[in-house]
Antibody, heavy 118, light 109 residues
Framework: HVQLVQSGADVKQPGASVKVSCKAS????????IHWVRQAPGQRLEWMGW????????KFTQTFQGRVTMTADTSMNTAYMELHSLRFDDTAIYYC???????????WGQGALVTVSS | QSALTQPASVSGSPGQSITISCTGT?????????VSWYQQHPGKAPTTIIY???RRPSGVSYRFSGSKSGNTASLTISGLQAEDEADYYC??????????FGSGTKVTV
């Protein structure tokens, strides 16, 4: 039974960094890409990027270039997304989702709320 | 990268069919047959209901169907039910092995 379980809610000050974890179970993390998607309060879904935990390759949308790091601990079957230089408008729910094939996001984490507040 | 364009809201009565459009460009929908649709109930994570334009993941009702023509994709929900009331998002593969989501559509039954 495939599951993605994410870390809990977090509150950060502007300028800080936040690291969200995504623990996979029921399959081997390195067999699939992990994509990260965020959703600001009342707003649309926004694709952030993907990571290949087998090769370490990553790809981000231009919006997050230079501000996001995606890593994995394969021994823990866990992927991580770290967002740096946080701004108030980074307040959002951050989802991880498993990529299957080219375009199917077949399993989603429950989401991790990150609040940026002074 | 700009969001794909969806109508803000669509409504229908139980039993009716509704269609949600998703308009992109030649850099995304127009080039790739990798359009997906997601259903999101309030306070919940999205679930995928259509991928690769027309395919349904295991367990998704046959009442959901997808299509594409040119730069526009569409999701049709037939036999509308109360449980279909949710937000719906499209997404597409885009150039540079990136992805883009739509602006979202609120469906009211």
């Amino acid at each position: 039974h495939v599951q993605l379980v994410q870390s809990g809610a977090d509150v950060k000050q502007p300028g800080a960094s936040v690291k969200v974890s995504c623990k996979a179970s029921g399959y081997t993390l390195t067999d699939n890409y992990i994509h990260w998607v965020r959703q600001a309060p009342g707003q649309r879904l926004e694709w952030m990027g993907w990571q290949n935990s087998n090769s370490g390759a990553t790809k981000f949308t231009q919006t997050f270039q230079g501000r996001v790091t995606m890593t994995a601990d394969t021994s823990m079957n866990t992927a991580y997304m770290e967002l740096h230089s946080l701004r108030f408008d980074d307040t959002a729910i951050y989802y991880c989702t498993r990529g299957s094939g080219t375009s199917l996001f077949d399993y989603w984490g429950q989401g991790a709320l990150v609040t940026v507040s002074s | 990268q700009s969001a794909l364009t969806q109508p803000a809201s669509v409504s229908g009565s139980p039993g009716q069919s509704i269609t949600i459009s998703c308009t992109g460009t030649s850099s995304d929908i127009g080039t790739y047959d990798y359009v997906s649709w997601y259903q999101q109930h309030p306070g919940k994570a999205p679930t995928t209901i259509i991928y690769e334009v027309t395919r349904r993941p295991s367990g998704v009702s046959y009442r959901f169907s997808g299509s594409k023509s040119g730069n526009t994709a569409s999701l049709t929900i037939s036999g509308l039910q109360a449980e279909d009331e949710a937000d719906y998002y499209c997404s597409s593969r885009a150039i540079g092995i990136t992805y883009v989501f739509g602006s979202g559509t609120k469906v009211t039954v």
